[in-house]
């Protein structure tokens, strides 16, 4: 995971993969902290993982509810019941999750 070229990346925010820097990458997306995974479908939901301030992989939610992330950058899209189901190992553990009003169903 990481700001690579051709990638949709702010050029006003940093190109690193520190929690702060994400969250003001998402914040130019409308998206804002929030406290919970759980669904909300009027909701767009994302959740960072990673170790301290280093973020490592990201996870979107899908409208059923379930997770879905690549596994590297070439990697594989997986799905997952849960944020947590994937948390450990070598993405260590939900940093933050993140949300922002839909503004099409499909989104």
Same mark, same amino acid.
């Given at each position: 995971?990481?700001?690579?070229?051709?990638?949709?990346? *702010?050029?006003?925010?940093? #190109?690193?993969?520190?929690?702060?820097?994400?969250?003001?990458?998402?914040?130019?997306?409308? %998206?804002?902290?929030?406290?919970?995974?759980?669904?909300? *479908?009027?909701?767009?939901?994302?959740?960072?993982?990673?170790?301290? &301030?280093?973020?490592?992989? #990201?996870?979107? $939610?899908? &409208?059923?509810?379930?997770?879905?992330?690549?596994?590297?950058?070439?990697?594989?899209?997986?799905?997952?019941?849960?944020?947590?189901?994937?948390?450990?190992?070598?993405? %260590? &553990?939900?940093? #933050?999750? %993140? $949300?922002? *009003?839909?503004?099409? *169903?499909?989104?």
């Amino acid at each position: 995971m990481g700001p690579k070229l051709g990638w949709l990346w *702010p050029t006003e925010v940093p #190109a690193d993969l520190r929690l702060s820097t994400l969250v003001s990458m998402l914040a130019k997306y409308g %998206f804002e902290r929030c406290f919970t995974g759980e669904l909300d *479908p009027t909701l767009s939901k994302i959740a960072l993982y990673g170790g301290g &301030e280093h973020v490592t992989h #990201a996870a979107r $939610q899908l &409208e059923s509810g379930r997770w879905t992330s690549k596994r590297g950058i070439f990697g594989d899209d997986i799905e997952h019941d849960t944020a947590d189901a994937i948390a450990g190992g070598e993405y %260590f &553990e939900i940093l #933050a999750y %993140f $949300q922002r *009003p839909k503004t099409d *169903p499909a989104t």
